[in-house]
């Protein structure tokens, strides 16, 4: 596909408190840009931040027309802000990148190369290092890409990151889907548009310290599961079958043996167990069914996924 000779290249950087990264990232993006035929604009996406960064955004608006800004009224989430990103951005192609810079602004050529050359979807997969999150984090983070491989038919790759670069088509594509609960991770091979992976090497953050914690990675692994997967549906299913299963088998089994004489007791100890083992597939069941159920309520409702404060730079 042929791509404008001159193309305005959108990069939405979704930032919570990272006032200390701004500046610093806002000048490695120009001079990442410098050397190419491209023009961009820089939107960032503040999602509800608590320090100075509203303060360092506008200051780089000021001094520099194509720093553009979005602010919250609190903090949506890391989803949502990209999702406003993706919404205003008016680039041929949209990069979406953090603001700790551990997506390195020196990789943004190479992603516009790829794409020049006709690819729709240009994503970034981190490359093993010392910076990978490691003890639980990192085991969670490997648990959840092999339960979504198992459990949908959408691929996630391992490691894959919100670092990738859209044409303007694969934009318009994700602009359209309604859901709430988004899992980009997901959404976006789910288009289906033509796409290659490259790895990278995570940078060190600049400044500050990781707003995502274990209890964020847990929340996005729901959502990307449950929004991919009725598979645990069907799980219950085949729970409640091999309960019933064993239930009739167990029951068989102390038919013959009260009478055959052979019952020696009053058996409240298996009563114990099948009352654990029965309530615990019930509560197990429960738990999922509701998970599905509260996603259902909140779509239903329509409620908007964010609400913005103030616009910079943007119409």
Not at 3 to 23: A, Q, T, Y
Not at 150 to 162: E, F, G
Not at 222 to 227: C, E, K, N, T, V
Request: net charge neutral.
């Amino acid at each position: 596909m042929t791509r404008p000779e001159n193309p305005l290249i959108s990069i939405v950087v979704p930032v919570l408190d990272e006032e200390g990264c701004i500046d610093e990232l806002v000048q490695r993006i120009g001079e990442a840009l410098s050397g190419l035929v491209v023009r961009h604009e820089i939107v960032f996406v503040d999602d509800g931040s608590r320090d100075r960064t509203p303060e360092r955004i506008a200051a780089q608006h000021r001094a520099n027309s194509a720093v553009k800004s979005i602010r919250f009224t609190r903090s949506f989430g890391h989803q949502a802000a990209l999702i406003a990103g993706l919404h205003h951005a008016k680039g041929d192609a949209v990069v979406t990148m953090d603001g700790d810079l551990q997506h390195p602004p020196e990789f943004l050529p190479k992603l516009i190369e790829a794409w020049r050359e006709g690819t729709d979807v240009v994503s970034t997969v981190r490359h093993q290092t010392e910076a990978e999150p490691g003890g639980l984090k990192g085991s969670v983070s490997k648990l959840f890409y092999r339960l979504m491989s198992s459990l949908t038919s959408v691929r996630v790759r391992p490691a894959a990151a919100d670092f990738r670069l859209l044409d303007r088509r694969a934009v318009d594509a994700f602009n359209s889907l309604e859901e709430h609960f988004v899992f980009m991770r997901g959404l976006v091979p789910w288009l289906g548009f033509s796409e290659v992976h490259f790895d990278y090497e995570v940078g060190k953050r600049f400044a500050g310290e990781s707003k995502y914690r274990l209890w964020r990675m847990f929340r996005l692994a729901l959502d990307g599961i449950f929004s991919f997967s009725v598979v645990p549906l069907r799980v219950i299913s085949i729970l409640g079958l091999f309960t019933t299963a064993f239930g009739i088998v167990f029951g068989i089994f102390a038919l013959i043996s009260f009478a055959t004489g052979r019952v020696d007791g009053a058996g409240w100890t298996s009563v114990v167990v099948l009352i654990l083992i029965f309530g615990g597939v019930q509560l197990l069941s429960l738990g999922i069914v509701s998970e599905y159920v509260g996603r259902t309520y909140e779509e239903v409702k329509r409620r908007p996924r964010y609400v913005i404060e103030s616009l910079s730079g943007i119409d």
